[in-house]
């Protein structure tokens, strides 16, 4: 079965900080891989995502991942953090075995804080 | 073009008690999808529906169940609640067809279920 990592459960850093936050992935096949944001009371939003290509997405406010396949990792990067970037991350994957491709796999989240 | 939406937004139950949610798709997607958010446990994947069949199946007992209609609705059903079944009940809707951008998951907002 699919399994997703993320290595930091909460962060906290200031304002104008740089992020990165760690995804891992277990599966050795073709994937898709995504990054959601989840803002106090308010639902699941895709910040980036990706299916092929250039390994350097970019995606909303900001923020861009890298897929590097060899580590299995794709990683969620932030040049400079603003306070209203506070919320839980999820680092989500699926991947194109039959049965599966639908069905998303959620690492723990992260939650950032950032300090004004 | 208007989001997935999920009703009820809260819900209070009772053990053993059954309790049914709803959730629309956004308008042309036709596979619907169930997550299930907990402190503990994170987000882990109920089910998947498309064209009215059941595609995917999570790890979930048999008493979590679902269907989707003919206008891609669909409803997810909780039967004899546990304690444990409290959670906030995401559904995700996508285009559902072969092909990694198709595969791209939109969430509403979540319904809170509470078990008491």
């Known amino acids: 079965a699919q399994s997703v990592s993320q290595h930091n459960h909460h962060v906290i850093l200031s304002e104008a900080a740089s992020l990165e936050l760690g995804c891992n992935y277990s599966y050795g096949g073709t994937v898709n891989l995504f990054w959601y944001v989840q803002y106090p009371g308010q639902h699941l939003q895709l910040l980036l995502k990706?299916?092929?290509?250039?390994?350097l997405v970019k995606g909303i406010k900001g923020f861009e991942a890298e897929f590097i396949k060899s580590k299995f990792s794709f990683n969620l990067r932030k040049p400079s953090v603003q306070w209203s970037d506070t919320a839980e991350y999820f680092c989500a994957v699926n991947d194109g075995r039959a049965g599966s491709a639908r069905q998303l796999t959620f690492g723990s989240g992260t939650q950032l804080t950032v300090l004004p | 073009k208007a989001g997935v939406t999920q009703t009820p937004r809260y819900l209070i139950k009772t053990r053993g008690q059954q309790v049914t949610l709803s959730c629309s798709p956004i308008?042309?997607?036709?596979?619907v999808s169930w997550y299930q958010q907990t402190p503990g446990q994170g987000l882990q994947f109920l089910f998947e529906y498309f064209s009215e069949t059941q595609r995917n199946k999570g790890n979930f007992p048999g008493r979590f169940s679902g269907r989707q209609f003919s206008n891609s609705r669909s409803e997810m059903n909780v039967s004899t609640l546990e304690l444990g079944d409290s959670a906030l009940y995401l559904c995700a809707s996508s285009l559902g067809l072969a092909g990694g951008l198709s595969n791209e998951q939109f969430f509403g907002p979540g319904t809170r279920l509470t078990v008491l």
């Open positions: 308008s042309g997607h036709r596979s």
């Open positions: 990706y299916f092929s290509g250039d390994p």
